[in-house]
């Protein structure tokens, strides 16, 4: 049985994006220490969509490339190949990308013609190599992509599911220059059947941004 209160919040048409985007930032705010409005919260069929998404988004020409930390999720770079997006990978070590290495990435890049748009990261547990950033090292690649202009897409299915006591930061709790972009996913915790993801996307868009020169 239904309380009332569920009843009408299920029962009523609401806003039109409905409930969820609420419950989304209620939930990250309490378990993340992510603090962001429900309307920077976009709601996707598993975070794959949200990939999707997102790199559409970012991606505006032939020269806009994709530096990804390697070994990488297959998911990303096959979505990015769909959309002919250069990737262009970054050694990984046990401890997750290097910082160092991804700014040596960014100049040979950049040095080659390409503009390189973003970093896909996935800072806890990383799929395929199971590689966690030390928190130094993720507040270090803040400042690097800051420094190049990167934007970061940090996917983060797995940090839930970390042993210690006091988890590392998420790299968009520690994010105070818009930087990071955050996929995230229900499916590896409570719902894998139901398929709901999220992009969170509080970045705001420029005007040339609006004219198809990609965000910020």
């Known amino acids: 049985n239904l309380n009332p209160r569920t009843a009408v919040i299920c029962a009523d048409f609401n806003v039109a994006q409905g409930q969820i985007h609420g419950l989304v930032a209620q939930t990250l705010a309490n378990d993340e220490g992510i603090h962001v409005p429900p309307e920077s919260i976009v709601v996707t069929v598993g975070a794959q969509e949200g990939m999707f998404l997102v790199l559409r988004a970012l991606f505006a020409g ?31 070590g046990a401890a997750g990308p290097d910082p160092a290495a991804v700014s040596a990435a960014a100049r040979r890049a950049a040095a080659t013609g390409l503009r390189p748009r973003a970093l896909y990261v996935v800072p806890d547990f990383a ?43 998420t790299l968009k709790s520690l994010d105070d220059r818009g930087t990071v972009i955050y996929l995230g996913s229900f499916a590896k915790t409570c719902f894998p059947g139901a398929r709901i993801g999220y992009v969170v996307a509080d970045q705001r868009v420029s005007a040339g941004a609006e004219a198809g020169n990609g965000a910020r």
Not at 62 to 91: E, F, N, Q
Not at 127 to 141: D, F, I, K
Not at 143 to 161: K, M, Q, S, T, W
Request: aromatic content about 6%.
């Open 127 to 169: 799929n395929p190599s199971g590689a966690s950033m030390p928190t130094a090292a993720r507040a270090e690649l803040l400042d690097v992509a800051a420094r190049h202009g990167l934007l970061i897409i940090e996917d983060n299915p797995y940090g839930f599911f970390t042993r210690e006591v006091e988890p590392r930061p």
């Open 62 to 92: 032939p020269r806009d490339a994709l530096l990804v930390s390697s070994p990488c999720y297959i998911g990303m770079t096959g979505a990015a190949r769909l959309l002919d997006i250069p990737v262009l990978p970054v050694p990984e």
